[in-house]
């Protein structure tokens, strides 16, 4: 696409050029209109000879990476990486439609609502759609705050989805069920890449495409309880799922009924598991008889909690010291070595076994165990995916959890992204596969090389550029003063409290031998409830070292938002 067509006040999909004012040749925008093409400017045989298509990677060959002829591209997911497809799309001229199982945008993101993330505004909001949302006057939220997954959705995401550009060509409770090929299968290779993709929606419709960038996600596809990888003896029945609760639930509002004076078992070692282990530390502050077991199926105590220096990769699922203060204190039951075989439902209640025999019962379950892509959609697709991790072959090494935090993930787009079936690239936190290190901005990157390339720009498409510093974006420092800020005010504490509480607590450590000594010592100093200080310490508790000698480093690498070692969502995202 030239310089000249991108600035045409008509360029844009072909309803975007019905609906425009001008347009430098009429004849060529009614026929552009009729044709269904992408653009009622130039033509595309008129683009300069700077506008030359390098060579493409393999898998893209014989496509040009152009998106030309009636069709759009189809757009799975209306979250955060699939809402800046759009805009980066209507900013390259491309028609698209974007298709969404929920009722509204965002919807998986609304689903963890009340978590906040671990990122400030200024790395979750994508350039292209920022530009399109400033157009239209919009105010930016501060660059340095954490929103929430609800402030994500009603700050940015709605807004962006409800402009003219976009609102259109968005479908709500248009779930996809299979992708394929127009008159080809899995198999037939003749013609193949020329083929229209065919996107077959849950009521049968069948939505025509030129290339499918599917941002879908994984919040919809939770991993099982069962230590394997396959689901735990009976945890599909029915009496059994009505007492097992997803990563994350709303312990302080929507959910809280299902867990106040009640006993919960929270399976998982990554950090949706220390999040909801927090909120229920607090819960039970407020509500008695609220009790709590960890089971982790590893059976180390100390790489459950984050191995520190005994790690040879730090970033390793590390939880922090505030969860490792849970157990200290005897808040929180550890169970380390629980491989979940069985989950049996008896008289109400939830009854684990593990592969050695040994049981927890609870009132309630927590499936904090992650998530995984459903790769079934693109089953007559052919694709090509890393065996470990469910990713492309060429991603998964960059992307692998036992060496890279979500900082020290190179950039990546389209030659990384890139499946033997021309034109489908899986996005967001699904490129990921079981992955934990997605960010938002990595996604949005990765959208905007796709776009590129589908445009024909080969230049922009591998100038991939990504800017991940780990304090800020990956610690957990800024998301943790967030939710100390939070809980103080839940227990009408001034917003400095639990700073002088850290300092005091810092100062009574060398004589009180224990983190949770000198809280105590703390609490005493500050006029403190110490039971509330104890849970002020365990959200603080990246400000103390695992060893209780002293403050440790704030910034170890942690996943997003605390999605159970994903953070998306849907995030899950993502964050």
């Not at 509204?104 to 920022?130: C, E, K, M, Q």
């Not at 929606?201 to 499918?212: M, N």
């Not at 984050?306 to 005897?330: E, F, I, N, Y």
Request: hydrophobic share 40%; glycine share 12%.
């Amino acid at each position: 696409m030239s310089k000249d067509q991108t600035a045409a006040p008509c360029c844009g999909p072909a309803q975007a050029a019905e609906q425009a004012d001008a347009c430098r040749d009429p004849g060529t925008k009614t026929e552009a209109i009729d044709a269904g093409a992408s653009c009622c400017g130039t033509s595309n045989a008129s683009a300069t000879a700077d506008d030359t298509v390098p060579a493409q990677p393999a898998g893209v060959a014989g496509r040009a990476g152009r998106v030309d002829g009636p069709h759009p591209v189809v757009v799975i997911g209306a979250g955060p990486v699939g809402l800046a497809a759009a805009a980066h799309l209507h900013e390259r001229g491309l028609p698209f439609t974007v298709l969404e199982a929920g009722p509204s945008t965002g919807a998986a993101v609304a689903a963890w609502g009340h978590v906040r993330l671990f990122s400030p505004w200024r790395y979750n909001i994508d350039h292209a759609a920022r530009r399109l949302l400033e157009a239209a006057g919009w105010a930016a939220p501060d660059a340095d705050v954490l929103p929430t997954g609800a402030d994500l959705v009603e700050a940015y995401l709605q807004p962006l989805a409800k402009l003219p550009q976009v609102a259109p060509y968005i479908r709500y409770d248009a779930p996809v069920v299979a992708i394929g090929r127009v008159g080809v299968d899995r198999v037939k290779t003749a013609g193949r890449e020329n083929a229209p993709f065919v996107v077959r929606l849950a009521t049968g419709e069948d939505v025509l495409a030129a290339a499918v960038i599917d941002a879908s996600g994984t919040w919809r596809t939770p991993n099982v309880l069962g230590a394997n990888g396959l689901a735990a003896h009976g945890e599909t029945d029915p009496q059994s799922t009505a007492l097992i609760d997803g990563a994350l639930p709303d312990v302080f509002g929507a959910d809280r009924d299902r867990f106040a004076g009640r006993h919960t078992v929270v399976v998982g070692a990554g950090h949706s598991a220390a999040n909801t282990l927090l909120a229920l530390a607090e819960l039970a502050e407020q509500e008695p008889g609220t009790t709590i077991t960890w089971a982790t199926r590893g059976g180390s105590v100390d790489r459950a909690l984050g191995g520190g220096d005994a790690d040879a990769l730090p970033g390793r699922g590390a939880l922090g010291t505030g969860t490792k203060l849970l157990v200290d204190s005897g808040r929180v039951r550890l169970v380390t070595g629980f491989a979940v075989h069985a989950v049996t439902a008896i008289d109400g209640h939830a009854e684990l076994t593990a592969l050695d025999g040994r049981t927890l019962v609870a009132d309630r379950i927590v499936a904090a165990t992650g998530f995984r892509p459903d790769h079934t959609i693109a089953a007559e697709l052919r694709l090509d995916l890393d065996p470990a991790l469910g990713c492309t072959r060429t991603l998964a090494p960059l992307i692998d959890p036992n060496e890279h935090s979500c900082g020290t993930v190179r950039p990546h787009g389209v030659d990384e992204l890139t499946q033997p079936e021309p034109g489908y690239f899986a996005v967001g936190m699904k490129s990921y596969g079981r992955a934990p290190t997605f960010l938002m901005a990595t996604g949005y990157e990765q959208v905007r090389s796709i776009t590129a390339a589908l445009a024909g720009d080969w230049t922009a498409a591998r100038d991939v550029q990504l800017d991940l510093p780990e304090t800020g974006v990956c610690s957990s420092t800024q998301g943790y003063q967030a939710m100390l800020d939070d809980a103080a005010g839940r227990y009408g504490l001034a917003p400095d409290v639990p700073n002088q509480l850290i300092s005091a607590a810092l100062r009574h450590l060398p004589t009180a031998g224990t983190i949770a000594a000198a809280t105590r010592a703390a609490a005493d100093e500050l006029g403190i409830d110490p039971d509330i200080a104890l849970q002020l310490a365990s959200l603080a508790g990246n400000q103390f070292d695992t060893t209780g000698q002293g403050t440790a480093d704030a910034g170890l690498p942690r996943a997003e938002l605390g999605l159970a070692n994903v953070s998306s969502g849907g995030g899950g995202c993502c964050g």
